[in-house]
């Protein structure tokens, strides 16, 4: 009953404003009149309606209630006293004794000491506050949710008046940052790797809502369906095109996509809107601010990756709603050199432009397991995320360069900095051209050993690197990779299929698949497991799987069948102690059994390997060496557990370096023990595609190693300049060194012995 009367509130309040908005004016008048309006209607003394000018400056623009003397004179910083604490959060504030909220900042000009209670909402447009509506009461009262709705979809209304650039220009609504014309430098966190220099687009959906108000719900929610089964038309014809021309994982993330689509609850919601006397797009345009909003309060990632793809699906309803189906966004013009700048983005919006004028993309929010990311590494387009304040700092058609690989972002750099970026870029790409030409030439040091280079893969468009740099297999392959980019557990067939497609692409070269490796940072969608305080310590890998063996002996028996007369390689990951390897090897004899029993014929060679990760196990080296068929260092993981830091802390990750005498020593014991047993040894973490950690790893023994397939041409440069006697030799007098690190003793050998690093 009580929602229904809030509805009817607010649709009364809706149709007057549309009222006011149609009657003519300016728009300074029309906002004067609109701040009486809401006063009047929600019973308060006073309204007043704050906006972002230059600066990040709230000026108030109009007041019922509050002095008028203070209009235009009364201004606060985003952050400061209430009003900018709405807009520094872009959240709704409700208070019933605001004076008591230790944000509260006294203006004297304006008269408020006498109001007790407040409630404020952000004026949201595209991502960015652009003001803030408040209204007071002198009694101290507590606003109801109803209240706060009306006030937000007021808000919404407000939006469109103060975003038509009639209160202020339209140049200063963009450049809502002081020093809007400054050289500024951004830090945040590498989603993808590369450089990217361009011009700024920012990603906002640039579609104006012409018809706000609607007086006929039903009709309304009829466009809503329509403009839903139009959608939902357009997502199947997306799936087709993407199978033809991308890896399965692509049409995985827009199933997820469909099945957003498809939520209930936000469906509930739109509907609720459109009861409130917004039209169809108005109602889907306040769903998706609403989204935008919470978003930034949710803190739990998975949930927060959750909403990001309920947004894309918003923006594109938007779309059909308003006759613009591509998207939220005229994609059409965009810049041959686009960098796009976003809060956030979904895979399928991201899959509306045309990937050959990306040349970056910089995110506010954003980690590296969002599909997003998942995607834009697939297509190799540099990627920044969490660049805090990037829509403020950045403004439509500045000159951009997005340096992933340092996580920094230069916005309208200097002539000098983006020479240097030219110069390294023409660098980079000569570099890739003689990379390429290499490709043919084997991996032979200077002096004769030879050297196995493989890649690491997870994603089927990693698979096609094998081609293009020449490796001799895939080392590793992240079968977590396409379970992450699911949206549920992958049965035995789909397993199946997956593994034999790779085989089919490796050919005659080998693909080491390693177990599913999740828990830690790579979360599945689907499994819910308990927080932990130290997840990189806890329940993860094989931990898992042994815990629910089901699991694992279903991707085993994907493997076996899919490897089924073929040479297949299984490694598991994690393995701390060999009782562990012991288990896991009883349940693949299973599977193997149970594959027999099927009368499926077997692979003809199967290799068992496990990765050196928990240095636990490199003292049960003797009985270890006995039960594998091959071992793989996981040096990212065995970094982090023989320094005790934590990979994923930016704070500490660097704190100590794999070049350094106890990891060299660790990692030669390795070597020669693997060695002398004759058991292949590789390593296949980060520092195997470095080309001068790639260099020591030579040096201590090692003979084979796994990378991203753009870091073989690197390391293959490194490998045919080196003399190994030479750097062996050199090398001994390093391990006993008490020093943290050797990395510039190594730096200065390679420098000396024309060693290409
Ligand atoms: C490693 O730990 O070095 C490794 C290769 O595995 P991941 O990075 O997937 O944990
Ligand atoms: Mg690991």
């Known amino acids: 009953m009580q929602a229904a009367a809030g509805s009817t509130v607010s649709r009364r309040l809706l149709g007057r404003l549309r009222d006011v908005m149609a009657a003519g004016g300016s728009a300074q008048e029309r906002l004067d009149k609109v701040v009486k309006l809401i006063a009047a209607d929600m019973v308060a003394e006073v309204c007043s309606c704050y906006v972002m000018r230059a600066g990040e400056v709230l000026e108030l623009f109009a007041t019922e209630g509050l002095l008028k003397t203070a209009v235009h004179e009364t201004r606060l910083r985003v952050g400061e006293g209430l009003v900018g604490d709405i807009a520094a959060h872009a959240r709704t504030l409700a208070l019933s004794d605001a004076q008591s909220h230790p944000n509260f900042a006294y203006r004297p000009e304006t008269g408020e000491e006498i109001f007790h209670s407040l409630i404020g909402v952000p004026i949201v447009r595209g991502g960015r506050v652009i003001g803030v509506l408040v209204v007071q ?60 220099v361009g011009i700024a687009v920012m990603h906002e959906p640039q579609i104006v809502i012409e018809r706000l108000v609607a007086e006929d719900p039903d009709h309304e929610k009829e466009r809503l369906r329509d403009a839903m089964k139009a959608m939902r038309r357009k997502l199947d014809e997306m799936f087709e095109a993407q199978d033809l021309a991308m890896g399965g994982e692509h049409r995985d993330l827009l199933e997820t996509y469909r099945m957003f689509a498809e939520d209930a609850g936000w469906m509930a919601r739109i509907s609720e809107a459109i009861n409130s006397g917004l039209t169809a797009e108005a109602a889907v345009q306040k769903v998706h601010e609403d989204t935008r909003v919470r978003m930034a309060q949710v803190t739990d990632p998975y949930l927060r990756e959750r909403l990001h793809d309920l947004e894309d699906i918003a923006n594109r309803l938007l779309g059909h709603l308003v006759g613009k189906e591509g998207g939220s966004a005229s994609r059409g013009d ?104 290499m490709r043919e030439l084997p991996a032979v040091t200077r002096s004769g050993e030879s050297v196995r280079l493989m890649i690491n893969a997870g994603l089927l468009v990693d698979v096609t690197q094998l081609e293009v740099t020449g490796a001799a297999g895939i080392g590793l392959y992240r079968t977590e990779m396409p379970f992450m980019s699911q949206p549920r557990m992958p049965d035995v067939a789909n397993q199946t299929v997956l593994y034999s497609n790779i085989l089919d692409q490796a050919g005659d070269r080998p693909v080491v698949f390693r177990t599913l490796d999740v828990g830690s940072d790579k979360l599945l969608p689907y499994w819910h497991s308990d927080p932990e305080d130290n997840p990189a310590l806890g329940w993860r890998s094989i931990r898992i799987t042994l815990d629910r063996p089901a699991v694992l002996r279903h991707q085993l028996r994907a493997l076996l069948r899919a490897g089924s007369g073929r040479d297949l390689h299984v490694m598991f990951p994690m393995v701390a102690e060999v009782a562990e390897l012991d288990r896991l090897k009883s349940i693949l004899a299973l599977e193997q059994q149970h594959q027999a029993n099927q009368g499926v014929a ?71 023990a693997a060695d002398a047993k004759g058991v292949p040894l590789s390593v296949c973490g980060e520092m195997a595609g470095r080309p001068l950690d790639a260099m020591a790893l030579l040096g201590v023994g090692l003979r084979a190693l796994s990378m991203s397939g753009p870091q073989i041409g690197p390391v293959k440069a490194m490998v045919r300049s080196l003399s190994l006697p030479a750097l062996e030799t050199y090398m001994a007098g390093l391990y006993d060194l008490p020093s943290h690190s050797v990395r510039e003793e190594l730096r200065h050998f390679a420098i000396d012995h024309g060693v290409v690093i």
């Open 137 to 196: 009461n002198k009694s101290s009262r507590n606003y109801t949710e109803e209240e706060a709705e009306t006030l937000e979809t007021v808000a919404m209304v407000l939006a469109e008046l103060v975003g038509a650039g009639e209160l202020i220009g339209r140049d200063e609504l963009a450049s809502v940052d002081g020093n809007a014309l400054l050289p500024v430098r951004l830090e945040g966190t590498k989603l993808t790797g590369g450089v990217g």
């Open 334 to 437: 965009l810049p041959e050199n686009t960098v796009l700048v976003c809060r956030t983005l979904g895979p399928t919006e991201l899959l509306d432009y045309d990937r050959s004028h990306l040349r970056a993309i910089v995110m506010e929010e954003g980690s590296p397991t969002m599909h997003v990311a998942i995607l834009a590494r697939a297509l190799d387009i540099p990627m920044i995320g969490r660049a805090q304040d990037a829509l403020r700092r950045i403004n439509n058609n500045d000159t951009v360069i997005v340096d992933a690989d340092n996580a920094q972002i230069f916005v309208r750099p200097s002539d000098d900095i983006l020479d240097a970026y030219a110069a390294s870029q023409l660098i980079r790409a000569q570099k890739l051209a003689a990379y390429a030409a």
């Open 602 to 672: 077997p692979p003809s060679s199967l290799k068992v390997g496990a990765m050196m990760e928990v240095p636990a196990l490199a003292w049960q080296l003797p009985a270890l060496l006995d039960r594998v068929d091959f071992l793989s260092i996981g040096s990212n993981d065995l970094a982090q557990f023989l320094f005790a830091v934590d990979r994923g802390n930016p704070r500490i990750s660097d704190r100590y370096d794999v070049l350094s005498p106890a990891m060299l020593s660790f990692l030669r014991m390795m070597a020669q």
